[in-house]
């Protein structure tokens, strides 16, 4: 859905999460295109709601998945992975795989989703692509301590075990 003519796939500029391949850019103004046309989907409701006289009268709340359907922005605990609309299908690793040998930029995008560090810790608010890991900042080590200490209580109250379920030796059937 949407007219992907309307971003041209050189003259988009990606986000500093994503790999800079060709395939990359066509479908990023592919997902602009739909969520450009998913905006005059709604923009429509808006107008039928005001020519009805019904817009002081009716809440609209739209929900969408999580994420984009581009690596590290679906099914992630970085900020990206939590926002916006998407599928998983995910046809660019590949291609930002190849890239990784020629582009040093991909190669650490690639490294990064592949290699996660033990803690991560990002301010959102000033880098919301999350790109500059704060977890070994020492000025933070208080708060990383309180989250640190909050995810433990919380992992504690639901009965989740961390780690044990998080890895491969962990999905395996015991024998």
Partial sequence: MG?????????????????DTP????????????ITYMDGQV??????????DMENNTLVLFTSEQGSQFPGNKFQKYLMGTQGSGDLNNPYWGTWIFSAAAKPKS?????????????????????????????ANPNLADIK????AELDR????????GIRLD?????????
């Avoid at 850019?25 to 739909?34: I, K, M, N, Q, S």
């Avoid at 923009?43 to 009805?52: M, P, R």
């Avoid at 301590?145 to 640190?148: D, G, I, V």
């Fill in 107 to 135: 190669y650490e995008l690639v490294k990064r989703y592949m290699v996660r560090p033990a803690e991560e810790l990002y301010d959102s608010a000033a880098d919301p692509y999350e790109m500059n890991n704060l977890a």
């Fill in 3 to 19: 007219d992907a003519s309307q971003y041209p796939p050189q003259k988009i500029a990606l986000p500093p999460n994503l790999a």
């Fill in 145 to 148: 301590a309180r989250l640190s």
């Fill in 167 to 175: 890895t491969p030796e962990g999905y395996c059937p015991q024998r």
């Fill in 23 to 34: 395939r990359t850019r066509r479908d990023f103004g592919r997902y602009l295109a739909e």
């Fill in 154 to 161: 919380w992992m504690a109250e639901q009965g989740d075990p």
């Fill in 43 to 52: 923009g429509e409701i808006l107008a039928t709601l005001k020519s009805s």
